[in-house]
């Protein structure tokens, strides 16, 4: 047999019942934090969120992989500078090599151009009678001439060769001048000598014309004499002129060797240098990070977005192999040899140098190309938390629940709950009325 419920009651038990679910429900958002629950709550909401919060986790996941690189990186930037150093350490050595007189440059004296007599006539030293001489044979005698009280005498240079040539070779470097004989003394060309750079001259006091190389490669000094500068040039280059001075024409043709007196000095900086030079290798294959070196010509590969193929936005850093050798610098030795830097050598103690400066160049260069990517990398690093954080925001905006609002409608309903219990009591006390009449 069906119950009947009377009107009041049946509406008591129907607002109970209502406010019994709106308030399971609240509780269920509160529990979850989450106004949106499934794709019931509302679809649109549900599947957007879980798409956003799909896409910060993928790029959340490329974190890790945006720090490695990062890592990757500064670990090679971090080897440049101590190579760069290196280098300077190599420069410092170079100097004080150089710093080191070189004592085997090639030197020539020839003999001396005033006598004895010539000192008693003149009452002048054997230095400055020599010095004063003309080049010239002034008065045609075809020979030197006497210096006097009255007269400076000359070498005997023909008097028709009215232009003095001068050919100077040191090494791969050649010094060629001609200026006009008319007065021109042998201090005019001990003068034009120490203008060409690669070797220096001077009379000294027994009257001798000496040459010296300014480095220490073969030296090779011709004097000529003709009619026209290029024509004394040309008379310069087979030493035509070399007999006057004392010299013999072979001291340009084939040239003067240096004594091959090696410096203590610079053999004992030979050894620091090459040390040196081998940590610069040791310094670049220690630079890696994770197992990829940049410095030792690997490549690393930096993810920055989710997608695949031609959508996929990375950055690809080609390493380079850095060495000692393809930086230009050199092993050094006491000799020349090829492939090395012989440390008693002027010339190749100024190659070094360059080469060094040459280095640092490079590593410049080098260096700046990583701080490039770095800070690329760096800034889609940050780029990728802040859109991680916005895409997770944006999806709880979707989805979450407002705690204060939800806790102030579940106090409602718990008050409409007690007024609805209330109201269903009084119902059914008035239906137990019917009693009091039996």
Partial sequence: MAVTLSAGV?????????????????QNRLATGKKVNSAIDSPVNYFTAQSLNERSSQLTGLLDGISNGIQTIQSASKGIDAITKLVSSLQSTVKQAQADAAQNRPTKAGTALATAAEAALTSKSLKDIALDKKLNDDDALGTNNTATASTSGNVGIATASVNIGLSIVAGSTTYEASFSSAGATVRDLVNE???????????????QLNVKGTGSDTLQVGIGA???GPGAITDAQTGGANANFGLIAADRTTGVTSSGITSAVRSNLIQQYNDLRTQID??????GYNGVNLLQGDKVSIQFNEKTGKNQSKLDIQGSTLSADNLGINQATNTQLAGFSNFQNDADLEDATKSLTGALTSLKSISSSLGANLSVAQTRQDFTKDLSSVLSQGADNLVAADGNQEAANLLALQTRQQLSQTALSLSNQSDQAILRLF
């Fill in 10 to 26: 049946r509406s008591a038990v129907s607002s109970l019942s209502s406010v019994q679910s709106q308030a399971t429900a609240i």
């Fill in 193 to 207: 000598i120490n203008k060409s750079g690669v070797a220096t001259a001077f009379v000294d006091e027994k009257g």
């Fill in 282 to 287: 040791e310094l670049a294959k220690d630079s």
């Fill in 226 to 228: 003709a009619a026209a």
